[in-house]
C-alpha cells in the first residue's frame, strides 16, 4: 500500500513563498505522473501541477511562472515551490500519484495566503 504524506503547509502573507513536499512510503520512479491538486473553501477540486517520470511539468494557468513542480526519485519525493504567493491561492493542497491503473492521494497541507 502506497502512502503519500504532504507537509510544508502554513500561513504566509501575500507575495510570501512556500514549499510544499509529498513523501511516498516507496519508490515513485515507477509512478506514471505525480501532481499536486488543490481545493478552497465552497469549491471544486483543481490540479494545480502534474510531473511525468520523464520530468515534464504542465501548469494550470493560474500558477503558470509562480509555481514549479519538481520530483527526486532519489528521496521518492515530489516538490511544489510556490512564490509570488496571492490570496486566491489559500486551499488544501493534495499530492496524489498515478501508477499503473490506480490513483494515490495524500490527506493535503494547508496553504494560507493573508496578511
Known amino acids: 500500500q502506497v502512502q503519500l504524506v504532504e507537509s510544508g503547509g502554513g500561513l504566509v502573507q501575500p507575495g510570501g513563498s512556500l514549499r510544499l513536499s509529498c513523501a511516498a512510503s516507496?519508490?515513485?520512479?515507477?509512478?506514471?505522473?505525480m501532481g499536486w491538486y488543490r481545493q478552497a473553501p465552497g469549491k471544486e477540486r483543481e490540479l494545480v501541477a502534474t510531473?511525468?517520470?520523464?520530468?515534464?511539468?504542465k501548469y494550470a494557468n493560474s500558477v503558470k511562472g509562480r509555481l514549479t513542480i519538481s520530483r527526486d526519485n532519489a528521496k521518492n519525493t515530489v516538490y511544489l515551490q510556490m512564490n509570488s504567493l496571492k490570496p486566491e491561492d489559500t486551499a488544501v493542497y493534495y499530492c496524489?500519484?498515478?501508477?499503473?491503473?490506480?490513483?494515490?492521494w495524500g490527506r493535503g497541507t494547508q496553504v494560507t495566503v493573508s496578511s
Open positions: 510531473i511525468t517520470s520523464g520530468d515534464s511539468p
Open positions: 516507496g519508490s515513485i520512479s515507477s509512478f506514471n505522473t
Open positions: 496524489y500519484g498515478t501508477l499503473g491503473v490506480y490513483n494515490y
